[in-house]
């Protein structure tokens, strides 16, 4: 069962990798402009809960920029937390990148998605930076799932954090995921 949860957790956060990059920014792959942040202060998540394990992307076949720049599951309950950037390091690019929303990235992000209900919505600030926050459930790769996924967007980087969780676990590791996102420094 967990094994599933952990596949599904690679696919997931492997198409997701582009749900970061938005419409033709950033589809498929990283150029010369598109680029992990190197500026993320992380508390990892196994600091914060010892039954959560970091996700190595080596483990896995994707390409090292169609994974996200760090990723976690519980061993106890198979959810997941990740955290993706893309990045703009020049000031025309960066003008470009500015002009998405926050609600346009986080519609791309949930593309892959069916049968999405309860979904809430609400604007929020981390690390000083406008967000988005969805929570929702619904069904992903025929699997019924809950999720909350948070876009932030800084003057050159669009974040995205995402928890993934079988519904049953969700309330019991969102606080996980909250505290991790409080204490995440985002530049």
Request: include cysteine.
């Amino acid at each position: 069962m967990k094994s599933f949860y952990y596949t599904t957790a690679v696919v997931f956060l492997s198409l997701t990798a582009a749900g970061c990059s938005v419409s033709k920014l950033l589809v498929g792959h990283v150029d010369a402009v598109d680029q992990k942040s190197s500026t993320i202060q992380v508390t990892p998540v196994e600091m914060i809960d010892p039954l959560w394990k970091r996700i190595d992307s080596s483990e896995n076949s994707a390409s090292m920029n169609d994974m996200p720049d760090r990723a976690w599951q519980s061993s106890k309950t198979a959810s997941v937390i990740s955290l993706n950037s893309a990045c703009r390091q020049r000031n025309d690019e960066a003008q470009n990148y500015a002009e998405m929303g926050l609600k346009e990235i986080t519609a791309d992000l949930l593309s892959q998605w069916t049968e999405i209900e309860h979904k809430t919505e609400s604007d929020l600030n981390v690390s000083g930076f406008p967000a988005f926050e969805t929570s929702a459930e619904g069904i992903y790769y025929g699997r019924h799932r809950k999720f909350q996924t948070i876009v932030v967007k800084t003057p050159t980087c669009i974040y995205d954090l995402i928890f993934l969780s079988p519904p049953k676990h969700y309330t019991q590791d969102l606080a996980i995921f909250q505290k991790f996102r409080d204490k995440l420094i985002l530049k």
